[in-house]
């Protein structure tokens, strides 16, 4: 979904920044684990980026807020494990009441040295596209004005405000299509340069700027 | 209700997150889907391998390296790579340079989005929704918390990072750091420099 919480730019309420001084990287041993278990897992998992975006924006609002960081990430994981039968709530139910669980092997995990070179390789979200650019560097354009049920990465603040296209970088999987499995369907990304004073009204700073990435389908002429 | 019965055979999800975490990682395990040992690679990565010194190590080198800085500014996953810093999330790293004119930030308002192989994982804060919220309307509020003043005639520029690009921010060399090494001139870099709430600082 995308008029939902997660699409914060511009809200107000959140309060002073929290900050911390030397900060550990986990804060609790459970929060490598989770994040571990994400990236271990993902393989079996069959998800996207995007389609774990989606996943994420889909809770329940006072869920959202409320959930810890790495816990939220945890939440959506364990849900996702049973919907797509890794896992049974029996089996889970098993551990929670102090049982181990029997080996029953079912699939190849990823080992250490797998891990590592993912890591390193990383991902390739570029996609090959030949229509031509609709936009060019230099040129004004409008973020459309469009409040899609599913996921999108078009975020509220900058709809149907105009701004100046400062970046072009090729056909990039669309995120609105890849959440769904419904195709990586490649648009072209554009960094569109927004003024404040466009974003917010005149009370803002007329010298600052925000960038935003923004895909092809997302942008109209003006 | 017909399904009673069988509810009760259950105990609701323990409060208990290291439980509840420890049960997915058991069923995982047993199932064959994850190994632990690759689940401590994970942490390893992120506890040891990757942080803010790669980061740090980049700044300080395209401070003393000038063909290095426009590498770094051309294409930013290439010019990392050249020091061992690629991988997840840094995939199409993008550097952003502050100047005399212009103070660049970071901030991802839709989600966490950050430089893992540059800056490893993103602190709290900019995870938070106080972060997310407020940078894109009151950069210079936020700055101001962070305790960094931009002078209002300078741009404060905001990259909101929502496709997959990364952003990494180039401070500014300070004054007064000629003929210092690249080692040196890293332990200058904060975190936060390369993030944008923070300036690099010779003292």
Redesign the interface.
């Known amino acids: 979904m995308s008029n939902t919480v997660h699409d914060m730019g511009g809200v107000h309420g959140y309060g002073p920044i929290p900050l911390e001084e030397n900060e550990p990287v986990f804060h609790e041993t459970w929060e490598g684990r989770v994040l571990g278990l994400m990236m271990t897992a993902s393989a079996h998992l069959k998800g996207n980026i995007d389609n774990t975006r989606s996943e994420s924006e889909m809770m329940p609002p006072e869920k959202y807020l409320n959930y810890a960081y790495y816990e939220r990430w945890f939440v959506r994981m364990e849900k996702a494990c049973q919907t797509k039968g890794l896992v049974t709530a029996e089996e889970l139910n098993e551990v929670w009441v102090g049982n181990d669980l029997p080996e029953n092997k079912v699939a190849d995990p990823l080992s250490p040295d797998d891990v590592r070179r993912n890591f390193k390789a990383g991902r390739n979200y570029s996609r090959q596209i030949d229509t031509p650019a609709q936009f060019a560097v230099g040129e004004t354009v409008r973020a459309k004005n469009i409040n899609p049920i599913g996921h999108t990465r078009l975020p509220r603040y900058a709809r149907g405000k105009v701004g100046v296209i400062t970046g072009e970088h090729g056909g990039q999987i669309f995120p609105d299509t890849n959440a769904t499995f419904s195709g990586e369907g490649p648009e072209r990304l554009y960094t569109v340069r927004f003024t404040a004073t466009e974003l917010w009204g005149p009370d803002a700073n007329p010298n600052d700027t925000v960038c935003i990435d923004l895909w092809e389908l997302y942008l109209e002429p003006t | 209700m017909p399904h009673d019965s069988h509810d009760h055979?259950?105990?609701d999800?323990?409060s208990d997150?290291?439980?509840?975490?420890?049960?997915?990682?058991?069923?995982?395990?047993?199932?064959?889907?994850?190994?632990p040992?690759?689940?401590?690679?994970?942490?390893d990565?992120?506890?040891n391998k990757v942080?803010p010194r790669n980061g740090a190590k980049v700044v300080a080198k395209a401070w003393s390296d000038p063909d290095f800085k426009q590498r770094l500014l051309d294409d930013a996953s290439a010019a990392c790579a050249e020091l061992g810093f690629?991988?997840?999330?840094?995939?199409?790293l993008k550097a952003v340079e502050n100047t005399e004119d212009v103070h660049n930030m970071v901030v991802c308002?839709?989600?966490?989005c950050y430089p893992w192989p540059v800056l490893?994982?993103p602190?709290?804060?900019y995870?938070?929704?106080?972060?997310?919220?407020?940078?894109?309307?009151e950069?210079?509020a936020?700055l101001e918390?962070?305790g960094v003043s931009i002078h209002?005639?300078?741009?404060?520029?905001?990259?909101?990072?929502?496709?997959?690009?990364r952003y990494l921010v180039l401070p500014a060399r300070p004054d007064g750091t000629d003929g210092l090494s690249e080692d040196a001139l890293a332990d200058l870099v904060s975190r936060d420099s390369m993030i944008g709430t923070g300036v690099a600082s010779a003292g």
């Open positions: 055979d259950h105990t999800p323990p997150l290291t439980l509840r975490v420890k049960a997915l990682e058991t069923a995982l395990t047993r199932k064959g889907y994850v190994a040992e690759a689940i401590d690679a994970v942490i990565t992120f506890e942080g690629a991988g997840q999330q840094g995939e199409q308002t839709l989600c966490s490893g994982l602190p709290s804060w995870k938070s929704h106080a972060y997310r919220s407020r940078s894109v309307i950069p210079r936020v918390e962070f209002e005639e300078k741009e404060v520029r905001v990259w909101d990072s929502t496709a997959e690009l």
